[in-house]
């Protein structure tokens, strides 16, 4: 298993782009300074009206294939 700190910091305005689906993956470095990306639709749920701030973990099986996606 695979797990990856990610800070992110989206405006709403940059948000808009992945919530209506003109891009669909999200390109992030990790606090280890890996690059990593992954399907933007697991940050709508963490969208306020700033837009989507925090520290997210990310953690995949060995296959690098998602298994979970959580605010920390």
Known sequence: MRRFR??????????????TGRAAVVFAQADSGESVQFPARL??????????HGVFELITGDDYKLREFRRV
């Not at 990610?6 to 919530?19: F, G, V």
């Not at 940050?43 to 989507?52: A, E, K, M, T, Y």
């Open 6 to 19: 990610l800070r992110l910091a989206i405006s709403r305005q940059e948000m808009e782009d992945y919530y």
């Open 43 to 52: 940050l709508r749920s963490h969208l306020d009206q700033r837009g989507v």
